[in-house]
Structures are given as structure tokens and as C-alpha cells.
């Protein structure tokens, strides 16, 4: 038996910045945070930003470099939720 799941009215749908297309720059992966830095973008997945920033160095080198950070990976949770419904 299946149910399906509508959404209030008054919910809205969250805009995401980062798409399907963008991609991580480490595996190629889907990307979920974009980080702005001085001398242009990096593009990671929610696995290769984790690792970074739990990596001493990297997070120094990540710090010095970083002016933005567009964290989107909120769309991992949306995401599983939508295919609980499913």
C-alpha cells in the first residue's frame, strides 16, 4: 500500500543555489557546497568537504583561501526524506 504525501500550501520549496550538474571537483560527484575563494571556485561533495575540513592542514589551507561558503548539503537530508515517501 502506497500513500502519497502532499505539501501544505504554505510550505515553500527551498531554492538551492547548487544544481545536479554542479560537480565535486575531487571525485565528480554531485556537489553540495561551493567554496569562493580569491583565486575562483572549488565544488565538493558532501564526503570530499568533510574530509577536508577535518584534515588540520587542509582546513588551515582551506581558511586562508575561503571568502564564501554556500553549504547546501541540507539537500542530502530533502533528499532521503523525499525517497522515505517514495
Avoid at 502506497?2 to 510550505?11: F, M
Avoid at 588551515?60 to 542530502?76: G, N
Amino acid at each position: 500500500m502506497s500513500s502519497i504525501v502532499k505539501e501544505h500550501p504554505s510550505v515553500k520549496q527551498k531554492e538551492w543555489q547548487l544544481k545536479a550538474v554542479d560537480r565535486c571537483d575531487s571525485c565528480g560527484a554531485q556537489a553540495y557546497v561551493m567554496v569562493k575563494g580569491s583565486t575562483g571556485d572549488l565544488m565538493f561533495c558532501g564526503h570530499h568537504y568533510e574530509k577536508i575540513m577535518n584534515n588540520p592542514d587542509a582546513y588551515t589551507k582551506m581558511m586562508a583561501f575561503m571568502l564564501e561558503v554556500i553549504d547546501e548539503r541540507e539537500q542530502l537530508i530533502d533528499n532521503r526524506l523525499i525517497g522515505s515517501h517514495n
